[in-house]
C-alpha cells in the first residue's frame, strides 16, 4: 500500500485531461499538489491562466491543498522554478508527474521545423527540464542527510511504444524517447533515493484524442490511480513502463528481439542477407496497426486501416 499523505507532488499539464484527473486523484489521497499548466491550445500556441487555477479550486473545494502554476515545461527558468514553489508553498517535492504535451499532426512531408521541433520539446525537453531540476533538489536533500522516497512518474504513450500512428513523427518518437529516459534517470537516480517510472496511456478521451473514431474511448480518470500509485512512498517499482488501457495495466518488455540470421564464420554479403532477410517472417506495419487498434476503431480490415490512414494525410 502506498501513502500520499503529507507528498508534495508537481503534475505538468494538470489543468486538462489525463493531468487534470491525475491531480485532483492525487489531493484526494492526501498530497499536496503544484498544478502546472499555461492553459495553451492543442499546438501549444496561446495560453490561459484559469485553466490552472481552475482546477486548484476544485481541489480546495473539497478541503485538499493545492498551489497553481502557469509556467512552460519548455523554459529551463520556468521549469526550475515549477520546482521551488514546491518548496516555498510546501517544505519539499517528492514526486514530480511528467504529464504536458501538445500535438500537431501531419505527414512527414507536409510538417513544418517548428511544429516538429516544439511538440518534441514539450514531451522530450519538458520532461528533462523538470526532472532536472527536481534532481537537483532531490540530491542537496540526499546529501543534507534527508531519506524520503522520491518519485518521478513520465508519460509515453501508445503511439511511440506499441503503434507509432501516422501523423505523428514528432509526437511518436519523442514519447518513445521519454520511455528510453525513465530507464536512463531511474538508473541514474537511485543513488539519491528517487524512482523513476513511465505510464502509458492509450486510448483516452480528451482533446488530444476528440477526432479519433471508435468506442474504445476511455475516461481520463483511468490513469490517476497508477500515477498515485507510483508516486506513493511504499511503491517500490522503478525503471517501469506500463501502458494503460482502460482497466488493463501492462508491463512493457520495450523492444525484443525477434527471428534472427546468423552469417556464422564469414561477413555477409549483401546478396546472401538480402535472401536469408526475404525467408523471415516479419510483421508488416499495417497489419500490426490493424492488430492493435482495428476493433477500437470499428475497422475490421488491414486495407480499411490504409485507407483511413491515408485519407488523415491527406
Ligand atoms: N489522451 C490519450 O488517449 C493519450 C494517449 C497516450 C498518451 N497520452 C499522454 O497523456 C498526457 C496528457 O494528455 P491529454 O490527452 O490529457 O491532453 P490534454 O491536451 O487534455 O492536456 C495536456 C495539457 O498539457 C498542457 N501543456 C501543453 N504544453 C505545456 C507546457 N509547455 N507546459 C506545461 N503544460 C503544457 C496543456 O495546456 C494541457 O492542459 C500527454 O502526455 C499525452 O501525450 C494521452
Same mark, same amino acid.
Request: aromatic share 6%.
Given at each position: 500500500m502506498t501513502g500520499m499523505t503529507g507528498r508534495t507532488v508537481l503534475v505538468t /499539464?494538470? /489543468?486538462?485531461g489525463i493531468g487534470r484527473a491525475e491531480a485532483l486523484h492525487l489531493a484526494e489521497a492526501g498530497a499536496n499538489v503544484v !498544478?502546472? #499548466?499555461?492553459? !495553451?491550445?492543442? #499546438? /501549444?500556441r496561446g495560453g490561459d491562466e484559469s485553466v490552472a487555477a481552475a482546477v486548484v479550486d476544485e481541489i480546495r473545494a473539497f478541503g485538499g491543498r493545492a498551489v497553481a502554476d502557469t509556467g512552460s515545461v519548455v523554459d529551463w527558468d520556468d521549469a526550475r522554478r515549477m520546482v521551488e514553489r514546491a518548496v516555498a508553498e510546501? /517544505? #519539499?517535492?517528492h514526486a514530480v508527474v511528467n504529464n504536458a504535451a501538445t500535438e500537431v499532426n501531419k505527414g512527414l512531408e507536409r510538417l513544418g521545423e517548428a511544429e516538429f521541433d516544439d511538440v518534441v520539446a514539450v514531451k522530450l525537453k519538458g520532461t528533462f527540464a523538470v526532472s532536472r531540476w527536481a534532481a537537483v533538489h532531490w540530491r542537496a536533500q540526499h546529501e543534507a542527510g534527508v531519506r524520503v522516497d522520491r518519485a518521478i512518474v513520465n508519460t509515453a504513450s501508445g503511439s511511440g511504444l506499441l503503434n507509432p500512428l501516422p501523423t505523428q513523427s514528432n509526437y511518436a518518437a519523442a514519447n518513445s524517447a521519454v520511455a528510453a529516459m525513465t530507464i536512463v534517470h531511474a538508473l541514474e537516480l537511485r543513488r539519491w533515493g528517487v524512482r523513476v517510472n513511465c505510464v502509458s496511456p492509450s486510448m483516452v478521451r480528451t482533446r488530444l484524442t476528440a477526432t479519433v473514431p471508435g468506442s474504445g474511448m476511455t475516461d481520463p480518470g483511468v490513469v490517476a490511480p497508477l500515477v498515485t500509485c507510483l508516486a506513493g512512498d511504499g511503491c517500490l517499482l522503478t525503471g517501469q513502463v506500463l501502458s494503460v488501457r482502460g482497466g488493463s495495466v501492462a508491463v512493457n518488455r520495450g523492444w525484443t528481439l525477434g527471428p534472427r540470421v546468423e552469417s556464422g564464420s564469414e561477413p555477409w554479403t549483401a546478396a546472401a542477407l538480402a535472401d536469408a532477410l526475404a525467408a523471415v517472417e516479419m510483421v508488416d506495419p499495417f497489419d500490426a496497426l490493424t492488430a492493435a487498434l482495428g476493433d477500437a476503431l470499428g475497422l475490421t480490415s488491414r486495407e480499411d486501416v490504409e485507407a483511413v490512414v491515408n485519407a488523415q494525410l491527406g
Open positions: /499539464g494538470a /489543468g486538462r !498544478v502546472n #499548466d499555461p492553459g !495553451v491550445e492543442i #499546438d /501549444g510546501f /517544505g #519539499d517535492l
